[in-house]
């Protein structure tokens, strides 16, 4: 959020009455923040009587006492009666715990002229495939270079009135009364505050989703699925072939065609590429996407994190030189553009509705989106409800392995390196006597972990469960063995946190010192030559998980340079997740070996 | 399990920042020793507050040539690091759950450094009508609630009313921001503050200029005295003395 503009902007706030109408189709019940509109939208329709129900009330509110009435005068047929309405509307009230509303004001509004037609169709294209805030949308119209005279609230309703679009409460009711944020799904994080906009003390607002903004109660968020009828034309194979500087090695090529057949065809909603760390799953995803792109369909690639998405658009622009690509993530420029394939970030996928045939969900189980329900919820939500998940993945949750293994979630596995070296197995050590850093001296194996490692001139990560243990470990070191390297430490430490992080990090890169002590925070991205893993407190379960285990793993033996890095896990004992780490890593080495992959 | 390994991941309470697993308090000790790491660097000036760097004195150079018309004003901390991100969070971003434990940082302020006398009232610096319909909510009146819970204090979010905007206060002197601020201020219940004193709340503290002209209009409506706390102060550097 850009604090010098956005936060000094008004932000709409929808109030308003519901209201119901009768007409030769009998009652309808309706809500409006401008009841002069669906004065003129009814009447247009044969609709005489409008009678104004409630007092504005905040969208929140309004649309669950809708939705309960909607419902009633659906199924009531002949017995609806208008004191039934009205102990309707008291019941759910009550279920929601607001105050009584004491009088309402019965004077109906006067008819408004309908909206220009060609401003209509401004929003209802803009809006395609999208869900956004009021703001959101004067931005997206201002970045195509489209201006309205008229509100776009009063747009925006009227488009709702005809059926094109969702209005959508930022924190709206579930049916049983319990509040839950439209935007990222989450009913947790809710505060019930104060509000200046609509002038209420119980308004609610998401804490869970504030990063993109405020979603409250009496603000509205504006939905429209990408139609259907509007589906691009299939494009030329020489588009979207990509251009490949190497070729796939067979175990990619192998599952190249895999996720090609997934993508081509409707049968399977969703499946898992689960891939080997390091073994080129990116490119392999690059089938499903050309497939994909070949039908004329809508792709999104979204990854949790913003470095891999700025990372992956020069690269797949290189691939697809022909093809539009657009990336999104906190910060970059134009987020309401069209685009042949879109990248993002999981937490800007929040802003599209129903839109993708395809979605690419690269690192599920990175941080953030391991365990964070709003992002696979903003994810499930820009796909179309017919479209395609492929996940991508060296880790995947144990729900996840759990459909797999029921047959439930289709899979195709990448499990061998480019170089055709199996992937380093860890060899666990225990020390059932390992006490915090300094007390006594190094244990007998880590001396010969270091001491192999240093040996033979390689590079050795340290990974510890807590940042308040790297100095301890980096210490303790030092103290045990001090002299290993002239004019400088050889062991230094870094965490998320440290101040000069990137600095140690480049250092250990360039191979000026030996060992570094680091936390989870160094399991992925990380790709030195000529290294080997050490995890310390192995068994330290709530860090330690198998996904974390096997990422940090997968930093050994990337390079063609020393593909069999050694990987030695020491614990005290041996945790669950210890053993079904190093069972996934076999088993993935028994299939690279079953399906010829492994060269050597 | 080794009770070391249970001190490192205690279950339950987490930092209010980072979200850290902690045992006691609010921040986890690396937050905490962020939030105070300038008092190892910098003293307050005895009445704005700002932080003087050793050997500057007691008193800024800008209380010296005028004595703002509070009596003292202190601080969380400078406007910088941890501080700096947390009313990011909590102003811009929408926060308010930081309200609580920012009103307690702000209590502990009070209870140190503004002395045993109770004030009377706890008063929020205003926001316009405008601007809190834009925000929809008045961070000061959030930490003057949080902190009036804290100490067991009333709060008056009526009280003082800001009436009208004013020009953007770059580029001025002390004084000028003084007078573009003069009448900003209104008292809407005189009968809250005759007589008593107060302690004023904002989040930051720049020039002194807005708590200046609160306390102005306290002080003619017959207040006998205003404090003032703020979140984070300026520091008082050679660069940010001259307008």
Known sequence: MNKGSSYRQPVFCWQGPLYLVEGEGGWRVGLSHNPGLDQTFWLQRGYRQFEVLTPPLPLGAAVFLHDLVAGYLATGGQRVTRGWIMEMLARGRARMGLEPWTRVEKVAAQPLPPPPAGELALVRNTLAGRVLWREELARALAERRLGVNTPLEDLCHWLYLEGEIKLLPGVSYDPDGRPRCRRCGQSTGLLKVNCAACSREDCLLCEGCLAMGQSRRCRPLYARPWPFAAASPARPAAVVRPRFRFDLTPAQADAYREVEGFASQDKEKECLLWAACGAGKTEVAYGAIAAALARGRKVLYACPRKEVIRELHPRLQAVWPGLQIRALYGGSQGKYGEADLILATTHQALRFYRRFDLVILDEVDAFPLAGDPMLYYAVERARREQGQTLWLTATPPPEMVARVRKGKLAVIYLPARYHGHPLPEPEFVREPFLGPPGTGSLPRSMVNCIKTTLGTGLQLLLFVPAVSLVEGVAAWLLGSWPGQAPGGAWVRGCHAAHPRREEIIAAFRRGEFPVLVTTTVMERGVTIPRLNVLVLYAEEGRVFTASTLVQIAGRAGRSAAYPTGRVWFIGRHLSPAIAEAARQIREFNRLARRRGYLTR | ?243
């Open chain 2, 1 to 243: 399990m080794p009770a070391f390994i249970n001190l490192l991941f205690p279950r339950g309470k987490t930092c209010a920042w980072c979200g850290r697993p902690l045992d006691r308090g609010l921040f986890c000790p690396h937050c905490h020793r962020e939030l105070y790491s300038w008092q190892e660097k910098y003293l307050p000036c005895w009445y704005c507050g700002r932080l003087l760097a050793p050997g500057r004195g007691t008193v800024c150079r800008q209380c010296r040539e005028e004595l703002p018309p509070f009596r003292r004003a202190r601080a969380v901390g400078a406007y910088r690091g941890i501080l700096k991100e947390l009313i990011w969070a909590f102003k811009y971003q929408g926060r308010r759950s930081l309200a609580a434990p920012l009103g307690q940082l702000l209590a502990g302020v009070v209870v140190r450094e503004l002395g045993p006398a109770r004030p009377h009232l706890v008063i929020p610096v205003p926001l316009t009508a405008a601007r809190l319909q834009a925000r929809t909510f008045n961070q000061a009146e959030l930490l003057a609630r949080a902190l009036g819970r804290e100490l067991g204090l009333a709060v008056s979010g009526q009280a003082l009313a800001r009436v009208r905007e004013t020009a953007p206060q770059v580029g001025l002197s002390r004084r000028e921001r003084w007078q573009n601020l003069a009448g900003a201020f209104q008292v809407q219940e005189p009968a809250l503050v005759k007589g008593h004193s107060l302690l004023l709340v904002d989040d930051v503290m720049t020039t002194g200029a807005t708590a200046a002209a609160c306390t102005g209009a306290l002080l003619a409506a017959g207040a006998a005295g205003v404090e003032v706390v703020t979140l984070a102060t300026g520091i008082d550097s050679i660069a940010n003395i001259s307008p």
